[in-house]
């Protein structure tokens, strides 16, 4: 099966501690993206990274930080600068060029105690 | 289940009917549009999709439209079944790699 996961469903973070999301595609994607959603918001772009070992700021890259260390994977950690990382993680993965549809993946709900 | 989706716009419809989905985009340069369904606590699934060469693309039971002179893009499903309900929102590629979504709606689909 081809697809993009995320690990875990649901994650649960102390305030003051840093916590990394998983994202792993096996659809030889070049591009793959982290986008934060919350209610009643448009998806918001955190960071991409368009090639092995490069990654590009997003809108809201503030207390995130991301790698790019091997194509099929783009872990994200949520730092504890980050002042309200309570929401709904998606990861997406595209190929590189014009007009290619972004895949999604199931997503992961972090929430700060 | 999730709690996105509060306060968005619902669209309610019988079985069978056809619904018809809006959505306002914001870039006139944009030169790719995204319909896709997201269901509580999953992630986003692509719909369907047109160039802005286009005006009008149809897949299985969806056609999208396109109006470039009002940045208006709309989402049509034929014969609505109670497994299409769910959020949906359109996106726009204003750039390489980066698109803007919208907010989204909410389908709800009445037996």
């Known amino acids: 099966d081809g697809g993009i996961t995320q690990s875990p469903k649901y994650l649960f973070r102390k305030e003051g501690q840093n916590v990394t999301l998983s994202c792993e595609q096996n659809l030889n994607h070049d591009a793959m993206y982290w986008y934060r959603q919350d209610p009643g918001q448009g998806l918001r772009l955190i960071y991409y990274?368009?090639?092995?070992?490069?990654?590009q700021k997003g809108d809201i890259a503030e207390g995130y930080s991301v790698s790019r260390e091997k194509k099929e994977s783009f872990p994200l950690t949520v730092t504890s600068a980050q002042k309200n990382p309570t929401a709904f993680y998606l990861c997406?993965?595209?190929?590189?060029?014009?007009?290619?549809?972004?895949?999604f993946g199931p997503g992961t709900r972090l929430t700060v105690l | 289940g999730e709690s996105v989706g509060l306060h968005l716009p619902t669209l309610s419809v019988q079985e069978g009917d056809n619904s018809i989905i809006n959505c306002a985009y914001s870039n006139s340069a944009s030169d790719y549009f995204i319909w896709y369904k997201q269901e509580s606590g999953k992630g986003p699934q692509f719909i369907i999709d047109i160039r802005s060469n286009m005006d009008k693309r149809q897949g299985q039971r969806v056609t999208v439209l396109l109006n470039k002179t009002v940045k208006h893009l709309s989402l049509q499903i034929a014969a609505t079944q109670p497994g299409d309900s769910a959020v949906y929102f359109c996106a726009e590629r204003s750039g390489t790699y980066k698109y803007i979504f919208g907010t989204g709606t909410r389908l709800k689909v009445l037996a």
């Open positions: 990274s368009q090639i092995v070992n490069d990654f």
């Open positions: 997406a993965s595209s190929k590189s060029g014009v007009g290619n549809e972004q895949f």
